[in-house]
């Protein structure tokens, strides 16, 4: 088991930066690939940025390529979501995710995932 605890949401104005947090305990954090998703009012969940657990391999989706960046500290057993340049349509809930990986690949799918925090707040004002 893995349980994950995400931070760092809240209320920020348009082309602002949040840094969201996600702490892993249990399992060993380092065989796992990490996602973050995100899920607006009213509509379905969706692929936001995955890394693998070694070498650093990441993917984003198009819509925040480019101004988010995922990361990870292994040894603090915790991988991190950098949202520069907000704009009002990244306004979600934002979940982390992890995925056993022995490869340096991800997922890309929700269903691909395992594990999943609370989720987080983000509200983007114009």
């Known amino acids: 088991q893995v349980q994950l605890v995400e931070s760092g949401g809240g209320l920020v104005q348009a082309g602002g930066s949040l840094r969201l947090s996600c702490a892993a305990s249990?399992?060993?954090?380092?065989?796992?690939?990490m996602g973050w998703f995100r899920q607006a009012a009213g509509k379905e969940r969706e692929f936001v940025a995955a890394?693998?657990?070694?070498?650093?391999?990441?993917h984003y989706a198009g819509s925040v390529k480019g101004r988010f960046t995922i990361s990870r500290d292994n040894a603090k057993n915790t991988v991190y979501l950098q949202m520069n340049n907000l704009k009002p349509e990244d306004t979600a809930v934002y979940y982390c995710?992890?995925?056993?990986?022995?490869?340096?690949?991800?997922?890309?799918?929700?269903?691909?995932?395992?594990?999943w925090g609370q989720g987080t707040q983000v509200t983007v004002s114009s």
């Open positions: 249990g399992r060993t954090f380092s065989s796992y690939a």
């Open positions: 890394i693998s657990w070694i070498g650093g391999s990441t």
């Open positions: 995710a992890a995925t056993k990986r022995y490869s340096g690949s991800y997922g890309l799918e929700d269903y691909e995932y395992a594990y």
